[in-house]
């Protein structure tokens, strides 16, 4: 770390930053949090803390738990590099899971040997326990091994116990699973001994939910001068507007602003939106003065990894060239890019926030930039079925309307916001959406945190059953009904297999060679699959679009004319549908 360079003003902060969390690491055992402004280096001052308090009270292993799935490589490789570790090196494990595969983190040559075919075992076993030193994981890996039922996900709650585990871009934590989250990490650490940190440019107050069963420790704060932080690292200020814009007027705005300051970050809400708006600044962009690149889920994470490189070879500070980026908000957490000015969509005040972190993130410009933020036209179409966006772009403008003169970026502003937020769907002891209600039909209106804690309503239904007959046991936890139908995303998915980079290449392999051999071309694949949502999923199989490559271990793949270089899966192969 000392050989970095600190001439930049923003780089003596990160060292600081990162000193702090070092002393830091000589605390005691407990709940705390890393607060750090976007761009103050807090992943690896998190590592920092993590290694020298594992090494400080005994801790057996680091679990790093991220919210995207595609920054889970780009922090594996940081870590790795700063650790000094080569790609076989088993120190870190990067473990998700995606349609029943088990990503070892390991994507070299396939090897024929006895000492492969053991290195083989231990990497399944180690993904399946979680026995490594520093484990890489989703917030969908965690959250669905820490409410399941089932003997291979208790495995790896079991090792949880005496670690230090760390929790980044902790505000992308769903609303519907606060209380149980809050249940499971002050248990994690107050009867397993494991340290938890909470890390976040923009905090969310979890420990004031009605509940208040988040058991921080008594001074939880790892940095001490926060606001001194914030000011020095301000590099950005927010102009937002309530006057609803249409695509092609917000199209214009972004187009306006790139020729201005020489490229444009531009982030909306849905998959929908980001295709339209790529399209109206396709004609605008008609000269191709700038190169226009686009992200989406709908992107497999091999080709957004690629995107992804493709911007940063753009926005390069010594070699700019003119760029305009449409993203969805996967750019807004942990990933490291710098634009000269952000156009952004309307929405919750945290996403914002998190959408100013990708402007001048590195200070390459001393004057303060611009973050334009507009409501876009014709979004109350997904309040059913994206209620956090719709509630979060809801409560940004009711704080807009009673501190018309406030600056959005401060902690203040984001407090007040995170109060709300809570506020608004918290009921002490009742069926608050915090408590994590379950999807299904038959148990509408049962909830996690009731379920796994006293489970009044299977009591009754006992007592309903027996004639009146009381169940009088303590313990009444539904854990098998929680483990079956807990998901972090509950709307039914499919994964398929898109034909893009080495995809159709490696699925040609899986035909061929011994199990191993299939298992690692396997674990490849998942860096070329993507979830489909079940209604996208039916439109494309009626179309005959989908089809099995292996049914051996029940893979699908998509027709290649489904599947686009600038838009990812589409479900129209003529994209000017769109624009209908």
């Known amino acids: 770390m000392k050989s970095f360079d600190s001439t930049s003003e923003i780089n003596k902060i990160r060292q600081q930053i990162t000193e702090q969390c070092r002393q830091a690491g000589s605390r005691e055992t407990g709940i705390y949090r890393l607060s750090v402004p976007t761009g103050g280096g807090k992943t690896l001052a998190s590592l920092n803390f993590a290694l020298h308090h594992a090494l400080e009270t005994g801790k057996r292993r680091i679990i790093y738990v991220i919210p995207y799935l595609s920054i889970t490589s780009q922090t594996v490789a940081t870590f790795r590099n700063m650790l000094g570790l080569d790609a076989d090196s088993n120190i870190v494990l990067e473990h998700y899971s995606t349609a029943g595969l088990q990503n070892s983190g390991n994507t070299g040559s396939i090897g024929t040997s006895e000492e492969e075919d053991a290195k ?12 490594n030193p520093i484990i890489v994981t989703t917030m969908v890996e965690f959250l669905e091994t820490v409410m399941s039922a089932r003997g291979t ?11 230090v585990i760390i ?13 149980p989250f809050n249940e499971v990490v002050s248990f994690l650490s107050t009867i397993l001994d494991s340290t938890i940190l909470l890390c976040s440019a923009t905090q969310p107050l979890l420990e004031r939910t009605a509940r208040k069963n988040l058991r921080l420790s008594d001074e939880p ?4 001068n926060t606001d001194g932080y914030e000011e020095k690292l301000k590099r950005t200020r927010i102009i937002a507007s309530q006057e609803s814009k249409s695509c092609e007027e917000l199209a214009n705005i972004i187009y306006e602003q790139a020729l201005r300051n020489g490229n444009c970050l531009s982030i909306v809400n849905t998959k929908s939106e980001a295709r339209k708006m790529y399209q109206c600044l396709q004609e605008l962009n008609a000269d191709r ?7 989406s889920t709908a992107m497999c994470g091999k080709h957004r990894a690629d995107q992804l490189a493709r911007i940063k070879v753009l926005t390069d500070p010594h070699d700019s060239k003119p760029v305009i980026c449409v993203s969805t908000q996967l750019i807004e957490a942990g990933v490291d890019l710098s634009f000269a000015c952000v156009v952004r969509a ?12 990708r402007c001048n993130r590195n200070g390459e410009s001393k004057e303060i930039k611009d973050v334009y933020v507009y409501p876009l036209q014709g979004e109350e179409r997904f309040k059913d079925y994206l209620p956090e966006i719709h509630r979060g772009k809801k409560l940004t403008l009711q704080i807009m309307g009673e501190h018309p003169d406030a600056d959005l970026l401060s902690t203040g502003m984001l407090n007040e916001f995170y109060g709300m937020l809570l506020q608004s769907e918290d009921r002490d002891g009742g069926n608050s959406l915090l408590d994590g209600p379950l999807w299904k039909k038959e148990n509408a209106g049962k909830t996690i945190y009731e379920l796994l804690a006293y489970n009044e309503s299977q009591r009754k239904q006992f007592e309903n059953n027996t004639m009146g007959e009381r169940y009088n046991p303590f313990f009444a936890q539904a854990f098998k009904t929680v483990g079956n139908e807990y998901r972090v995303i509950p709307k039914i998915t499919h994964n398929v297999v898109v034909p893009y980079g080495n995809a159709m290449e490696l699925l040609d392999m899986l035909g061929h060679g011994e199990l191993r051999e299939k298992i690692a071309i396997l674990r490849r694949l998942q860096e070329y699959t993507v979830s489909l949502f079940d209604y996208e999923y039916k439109i ?32 129209e192969t003529d994209m000017s549908l769109l624009m209908i």
């Open 153 to 163: 996900k208790l495995r790896k709650f079991h090792n949880m116990a005496n670690s």
């Open 540 to 571: 494309l199989n009626e179309k005959h679009a989908i089809s099995i490559a292996s049914e051996d271990f029940d893979i699908c793949v998509l027709n290649g004319d489904y599947y686009k270089g600038e838009y990812g899966v589409v479900t």
């Open 167 to 179: 929790f980044d871009e902790i505000q992308s934590l769903p609303l519907n699973i606060i209380n």
């Open 346 to 357: 309307m929405a919750g005040l945290d996403s914002i926030m998190q959408a100013a972190g």
């Open 120 to 131: 083989e075992r231990q990497r399944k076993l180690a993904s399946e326990r979680w026995d």
């Open 289 to 295: 003065q700038f190169e226009l690149i686009h992200l």
């Open 221 to 224: 704060d790892l940095i001490d």
